[in-house]
């Protein structure tokens, strides 16, 4: 095991430029937006984003954001779903918590400019598998995450005491003796290259969401790469149920293309799935076919991958209204129009991703980390809303809550000036490494690869050993480096974020929710009816 370094760069914080804030947001999806903007209500707020504000997992969101939102629906019945899908891992305070809220945040959202989707005056909701009633709303049909983030996001640029800083890679979480959270060290993209800026906060929110670059197959766009995991784990922090990595059954398969997702709610609309031979083969998987649980639909499309010799299955949704298709499914019908694949002729290639890092920072139901001063929200979190599996359209939901209640902690916890004395001299140096140069792209590439094939959909012990010990072997003539670029600091976060979704999962010994373990098939309630926790 390499030698632990605390932080992945030289401070000396005497010498490097600095900025002061009572909230720092580190990520500008759903969460981070919705968390400044409450904190704005009684702080002064900086919101820093790694690309622009428009590259995250919210933007590309499309299904939709789940809420009671009809009055046949009940909140009884969306905490139901939600427990269920959760394995017995959810905790049905957090849940109850998170459920009642829903209905007036979407609310607030549609009076802040979100242009949800609307029939005879209401907004209008569809079906999603695991939910028993339509509960899914949705914005400019398959546009939500694009549709709430340009909502929130106006709404932050009309608050004058928010700042944004775009292009702004956060490298690590500053602490102090006390081990509480002062701010972070990072790079401006405007400055020159190295970790040359700290932001000293009196509150940090850390909205940094998922990790699906971890693997090589992704829905998630080359921003959610886990910094956030790796920064808050050498700072400290407890996290939990990171073996937990729910993978989407159904994103494009076309070589050569980005794995773009195939929204569940076409499923839920009526698309079936087809093997290589055409037949419809789900309903042999699970009494709700296309409907099941998204685990279950990734193992039984891989199963059938298997059984047939292909690299994917097909989505047929040639029954479907055309022209009503194109509208309420725009970016899925002018994707495939770029591929030239006509959806009233022709059979969609699919096969499943990495989509969710259910697992994450541990929380308290308000957002509070284990460390002072440092809050968590959105997908980096684990609050304990999604137990061992996210229900389809529940994180949007849970960024919205959690956002609005770590940005009322920022007020509660605002100390006006305090943080300018405060902030401690931080000296940190690293021994220079004389071992050879290396290609951290060629690394981060290979990494991707052995995590898709030895950590992915179906795990089992031989594999989950071999990935552990191949990663620390890179780690060992990885971690010493100090780059002075991105790329290698998210190269560095990778391979510490891969170790420990790979230990975790080495760990659970059972199969449930989205991990499964073919040596361990079946849930075992006596020994793993509990989260596994890890911390440094
Ligand atoms: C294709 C796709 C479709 C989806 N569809 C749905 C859906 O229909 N319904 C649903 O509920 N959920 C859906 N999800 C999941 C949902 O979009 C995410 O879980 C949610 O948007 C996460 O929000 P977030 O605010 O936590 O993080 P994100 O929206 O991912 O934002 C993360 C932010 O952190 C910043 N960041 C990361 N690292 C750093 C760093 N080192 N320094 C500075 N900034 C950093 C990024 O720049 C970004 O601004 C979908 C996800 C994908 C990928």
Redesign the pocket.
């Known amino acids: 095991m390499p030698e632990f370094k605390r932080y992945l760069v030289n401070i000396d914080s005497n010498s490097t430029h600095q900025l002061f804030t009572d909230c720092l947001v580190?990520?500008?999806?759903?969460?981070?937006?919705r968390a400044a903007i409450e904190a704005a209500e009684c702080c002064n707020v900086i919101i820093?984003?790694?690309?622009t504000?428009e590259?995250?997992?919210?933007?590309?969101?499309?299904?939709?954001?789940?809420s009671v939102l009809n009055k046949t629906d009940t909140f009884e019945s969306h905490i139901s779903d939600t427990m269920k899908t959760g394995c017995g891992l959810s905790d049905e305070g957090v849940v109850d918590f998170v459920v009642r809220q829903g209905p007036e945040l979407i609310e607030q959202l549609l009076r802040w400019g979100t242009e949800f989707d609307q029939i005879d005056g209401r907004i209008a909701t569809t079906l999603e598998g695991g939910h028993s009633h339509q509960r899914?709303a949705h914005a400019h049909g398959d546009e939500?995450?694009r549709g709430i983030a340009e909502a929130l996001i106006r709404k932050v640029c009309e608050k004058p005491n928010i700042k944004i800083i775009e292009h702004?890679?956060?490298?690590d979480l500053l602490t102090n003796d006390d081990n509480e959270c002062v701010g972070v060290i990072?790079h401006d993209k405007q400055r020159p290259s190295g970790a040359d800026q700290i932001v000293w906060a009196a509150n940090t929110i850390l909205?940094?969401?998922?990790a699906?670059q971890l693997y090589r197959e992704t829905?998630?766009?080359e921003?959610?790469?886990g910094?956030?995991i790796a920064?808050a784990y050498r700072a400290g922090a407890i996290f939990q149920d990171l073996e937990f990595v729910q993978f989407?059954p159904t994103t494009l398969y076309i070589a050569g293309a980005s794995r773009?997702?195939i929204?569940e709610?076409l499923r839920g609309e009526g698309a079936v799935l087809l093997d290589s031979e055409g037949r419809r083969f789900m309903k042999a998987y699970h009494e709700s076919a296309e409907l099941a649980p998204r685990d279950i639909v990734s193992r039984a499309i891989l199963a059938q991958m298997l059984e047939t010799n292909t690299t994917h299955v097909y989505l047929d949704v040639r029954h479907f209204d055309k022209e009503h298709f194109s509208k309420r499914f725009p970016q899925i019908f002018e994707l495939c129009e770029g591929f030239d694949i006509d959806i009233s002729r022709d059979l969609i290639p699919v096969r499943p991703s990495a989509?969710?890092m259910v697992g994450g920072v541990k929380t308290d139901i308000s957002g509070r980390t284990s460390l002072r001063n440092l809050y968590a929200?959105?997908?980096?979190a684990s609050t304990g809303l999604h137990g061992a599996n996210r229900l389809?359209?529940?994180?949007?939901?849970e960024?919205l809550v959690f956002?609005k209640t770590t940005g009322q902690l920022a007020c509660q916890h605002k100390e006006t000036g305090v943080v300018h004395i405060k902030h401690p001299l931080i000296k940190y140096q690293i021994p220079p490494s004389n071992r050879t140069r290396l290609d951290a792209a060629d690394v981060t590439n290979s990494l991707r690869a052995l995590m898709w094939r030895n950590v992915g959909i179906t795990r089992t012990t031989q594999p989950l050993s071999e990935a552990q010990e191949i990663i620390v072997f890179w780690q060992r003539y990885v971690m010493d480096k100090i780059f002075d670029t991105?790329q290698g600091?998210e190269c560095q976060n990778m391979l510490t974020v891969c170790l420990l979704i790979a230990r975790s999962a080495q760990m659970r010994q059972e199969s449930r929710g989205v991990h499964f373990r073919s040596d361990f098939p079946n849930i075992d309630d006596e020994h793993f009816k509990k989260h596994i926790e890890i911390t440094r």
């Open positions: 580190i990520g500008a999806g759903i969460a981070g937006l820093v984003c790694k690309d504000l590259n995250s997992n919210t933007w590309k969101a499309q299904g939709g954001i789940a899914v939500t995450g702004f890679y956060t490298v990072g909205a940094t969401g998922g699906g829905t998630n766009p921003v959610a790469t910094d956030g920064m989407h773009a997702l929204t709610t989509h969710y929200c959105g997908e980096i389809g359209s529940n994180s949007l939901l960024g956002g991105p600091w």
